[in-house]
């Protein structure tokens, strides 16, 4: 009887230290991937993000279009607006270019311009409205009006051009830049598993 007392209490100190033994190897492993988020599960599928080439071309088509495609509706407002008052004032700066370019026309053919009465015989004697219009001024005054005219349509147009480039490119970075969470709660971490090392994204809630 005592014997079996003593054979049967060996056996519980063996499975009481088998149980330890495996509880601490339990502890040692690394949790299973499933345990984590991945970066597959944080970052959306690649096939529900606008394309950047899509984006390209819808902004060439229609200023702001591009942005509405990449999900920033909000700066269309913005594109249309600064393209339509370029544009406005493109359109205006040349119409001030083309009054002072036919009024140096007219007055440069003139020895003794008169304001009060146009002359048949100047060959640009049709554009003597733009001269009055334009202030009767003398003929080096007329150029250099006409001049600075140009340098200012010219300059508006560029603008134009510019604001232009600068919303096709705005959405064309954008698209790319839409996939990526660039949240401070999101971290990518590599850690070990059984299966090898993988790329895990750790969330701070």
Do not use: C
Request: aromatic residues 8%.
């Amino acid at each position: 009887m005592g014997r079996l007392v003593i054979l049967f209490a060996g056996a519980l100190v063996v499975l009481a230290a088998e149980s330890a033994q495996a509880q601490v190897a339990a502890d040692s492993t690394v949790a299973p991937v499933e345990s984590y988020v991945t970066a597959s599960d944080v970052l959306p599928d690649s096939s529900e993000l606008p394309s950047p080439t899509g984006a390209l071309w819808r902004s060439l088509a229609a200023p702001g279009w591009g942005q509405v495609y990449v999900g920033q509706p909000a700066k269309a407002p913005f594109v249309i607006g600064a393209l339509g008052g370029l544009a406005g004032l493109s359109i205006y700066l040349n119409s001030r270019y083309t009054r002072y370019r036919h009024a140096y026309l007219y007055v440069v053919n003139e020895e003794t311009p008169d304001a009060t009465t146009p002359n048949p015989d100047n060959p640009f004697a049709s554009f003597f409205q733009d001269w009055i219009d334009s202030g009767a001024q003398p003929a080096a005054t007329t150029r250099q009006l006409r001049d600075d005219g140009r340098r200012n349509r010219d300059l508006a147009l560029l603008g134009t051009g510019l604001v232009y480039a600068l919303q096709v490119l705005d959405a064309y970075v954008a698209a790319h830049l839409v996939g990526f969470d660039v949240s401070e709660d999101l971290s990518l971490h590599l850690l070990p598993s059984p299966d090898g090392t993988q790329l895990v994204a750790v969330i701070q809630l």
